[in-house]
C-alpha cells in the first residue's frame, strides 16, 4: 500500500511554518517533511508534531545561502566545515524530532575549482555523511535535480547518483527519486523505478511542466503509482509541487489513493 507525505515547505503555504502542520492533518496527512525546518525552533517542530500525531519523515542538511542562490554545499572546495556543521545540524534534529531520513543537495557545480577538487570535495562530504548516518541509526539520502530550474546542479540524474554510492560504497545511501526532476532530466521513470527498486530510498512527486500537482502536465501518475505498488515499493512518496491556487483545492487527485491507505491502516489495526 502507498504511503504519502506532505512537503510543508511547498504545501499549505497559505500559512505560516509551523500552522502548516495542522493544516495537513485537517487534510488527511499522517506524514510530513519538511525542506528546512531550522527557521522555527526545534520544540515548536516538536510540539506541531505530537499535536498532531505525525511523522516527520525527511528533512535536509542545511544548504548554504538559499536567498543568495546556494543549492547544497556538498560540492564546493573549501566549504567543508560548514557543510559537516550543518550535517551535524540534520542529524540532531532528525534524531530528535524521529525523522529516519536526511537529504543531501550536491549544489551547484562551482566555476572557479578544478574538476577534481570538486571531485575530491564530493566524495569526502559523502563519505563523512554517510558514516554520520550509519553511526546515528539514519539514511541518508541524495538527491539529483534537473538542471533547467537550477542551471550547474553538479548532481543531475539518477545513474549519477546511483555510481556514486557504488563507487564510494555508501552503505548508508539511498537515491532519492524526485519525479519532476528526473522527468526532465531522463524520462523512463517506471523502468528507472524498477530496475531501481531496491536502491530508492525516498519518492517526490510534481507534474511536468510547471511543477504543480499530479494531473496539470504530462506524467500519468495512475500508471507510476500501479508500476510502484507491483515493485512492492514501501517507503514514502512525498508531494513536493507548487499548487495551482490553494493546497486544499488541488489535493482532489489523491483522494482515491489516500483512501486506500486510510482503509489499509484500519484493516491492519483491527
Not at 500500500?1 to 511547498?10: C, H, P, Q, V
Not at 553538479?154 to 527519486?177: C, G, K
Request: overall charge negative; charged content about 20%.
Amino acid at each position: 500500500m502507498l504511503k504519502f507525505a506532505a512537503n510543508l515547505s511547498l504545501l499549505f503555504t497559505e500559512y505560516p511554518l509551523s500552522e502548516r502542520f495542522a493544516a495537513a492533518r485537517r487534510a488527511g496527512f499522517s506524514r510530513v517533511e519538511v525542506q528546512f525546518p531550522y527557521e522555527l525552533p526545534l520544540e515548536t517542530v516538536k510540539q506541531a508534531l505530537k499535536t498532531q500525531q505525525q511523522q516527520l519523515v525527511l528533512i535536509n542538511i542545511p544548504a548554504g545561502d538559499w536567498q543568495a542562490g546556494e543549492r547544497g554545499l556538498a560540492c564546493l572546495p573549501g566549504r567543508e566545515a560548514e557543510f559537516a556543521a550543518g550535517l551535524e545540524q540534520a542529524i540532531e534534529w532528525a534524531q530528535a524530532l524521529k525523522a529516519p531520513r536526511i537529504n543531501c543537495l550536491a549544489g551547484i557545480t562551482p566555476t572557479d575549482a578544478s574538476a577534481d577538487a570538486i571531485r575530491a570535495t564530493l566524495h569526502h562530504n559523502l563519505r563523512l555523511a554517510d558514516r554520520r548516518c550509519a553511526e546515528s541509526g539514519l539514511q541518508l539520502m541524495i538527491e539529483a535535480i534537473n538542471t533547467e530550474d537550477i542551471p550547474g546542479f553538479h548532481l543531475h540524474t539518477s545513474h549519477q547518483v546511483l555510481a556514486l554510492i557504488d563507487r564510494l560504497e555508501l552503505a548508508a545511501s539511498r537515491l532519492q527519486y524526485d519525479v519532476y526532476h528526473m522527468q526532465i532530466m531522463e524520462g523512463n521513470l517506471i523502468s528507472t523505478l524498477q530496475r531501481n527498486r531496491d536502491k530508492i530510498g525516498h519518492i517526490q512527486i510534481a507534474d511536468v511542466p510547471g511543477r504543480h500537482e499530479p494531473g496539470t502536465g504530462e506524467i500519468h501518475f495512475a500508471n507510476l503509482f500501479k508500476a510502484l505498488e507491483a515493485i512492492g515499493y514501501s517507503n514514502i512518496i512525498s508531494l513536493e509541487y507548487n499548487p495551482l491556487q490553494q493546497t486544499e483545492t488541488g489535493l482532489e487527485w489523491l483522494k482515491p489513493w489516500m483512501t486506500q491507505e486510510t482503509q489499509h491502516e484500519h484493516e491492519c489495526s483491527g
